[in-house]
């Protein structure tokens, strides 16, 4: 096992991060992470009183992948000193300002997430996810958790077996096509916008879709998450009146390129009542 102290750069929280991040390739347990890798092995995670995150993995690569899956290299203290008087997130980023998304192992996982998620509840959706990485990938020796699922593996099932696994036709219709046709782990290294573009040219994928890759596959903080259900419940409760899905975009414009981080942001504000709302909506 190799070990590795890592001072995260600009202000983060391991503990707001990993909130609701447990899947069937992680869990945490009590501010702990215990994850399976995309490199072979597990690896875990948790962070020091002094700020300080300790990671173990199985050689290099795993930590490498950690840090990444983790964000701790990407300081947003930008983004926090922006927006800190912003109608809608400022009060977030006082209250949670060490939250940052947490990442998939494999551009192919947030694929598949992205796509069990479009237009149900995110309850609904992980369990889809988790029920078809369980049946598609190894168990981890000794351990409850599975591998991440790569291209190659989402690739070589079909619709109806995903059907049968709980995803709708045309969306696992969609997946296998995808994950067939892109080297999706290579979109991590194309440059300016090319991965988000080239994701958004395929049937099957909208804004929403892309933006859930973008954050949690490629680590990328400019892409909004249009179409959110938890957003356009948000907007409704400020328009008055219901909106459509695209009309989110509205909300998320005036972040540019933090967008995509804007929108993490939002929903955990709206979740915890930091959003002062119309005393109509609130009522």
């Not at 459509?244 to 540019?256: C, I, R």
Request: hydrophobic letters at 45%.
């Amino acid at each position: 096992m190799i070990s590795a102290a890592v001072r995260p750069r600009g202000p983060y929280s391991l503990r707001a991060t990993l909130r609701h991040g447990s899947d069937a390739t992680r869990t945490n347990v009590d501010g702990v992470l215990l994850a399976a890798l995309a490199s072979g092995g597990a690896g875990r995670a948790w962070q020091q009183a002094d700020g300080v995150v300790q990671l173990r993995a199985p050689h290099e690569a795993g930590i490498d992948e950690l840090r990444f899956v983790l964000a701790l290299d990407d300081d947003h203290s930008e983004f926090l000193k922006r927006f800190a008087r912003d109608p809608l997130i400022g009060e977030a980023t006082r209250r949670v300002r060490g939250l940052r998304p947490l990442r998939t192992a494999t551009v192919a996982q947030s694929l598949l997430r992205a796509v069990a998620g479009q237009l149900i509840q995110a309850k609904r959706a992980r369990q889809i996810e988790q029920t078809i990485v369980r049946a598609l990938t190894p168990k981890l020796d000794g351990m409850r958790l599975h591998a991440p699922p790569d291209c190659a593996t989402l690739g070589a099932v079909s619709p109806a077996e995903l059907r049968r696994l709980g995803l709708g036709m045309r969306r696992g219709a969609a997946l296998v096509r995808i994950c067939r046709s892109l080297d999706l782990e290579r979109l991590r290294s194309l440059p300016g916008d090319a991965s988000p573009e080239r994701l958004l040219r395929e049937r099957g994928l909208g804004p929403w879709s892309v933006g859930v890759v973008s954050l949690e596959g490629l680590g990328r903080y400019d892409r909004g998450l249009v179409g959110d259900l938890g957003l356009v419940k948000l907007h409704a409760a400020l328009k008055g009146r219901w909106v459509e899905t695209w009309e989110t975009a509205e909300l998320l414009k005036p972040y540019g390129e933090w967008a995509g981080l804007a929108s993490v942001y939002m929903l955990n504000a709206h979740a915890l009542g930091l959003i002062r709302l119309p005393k109509t909506a609130a009522a």
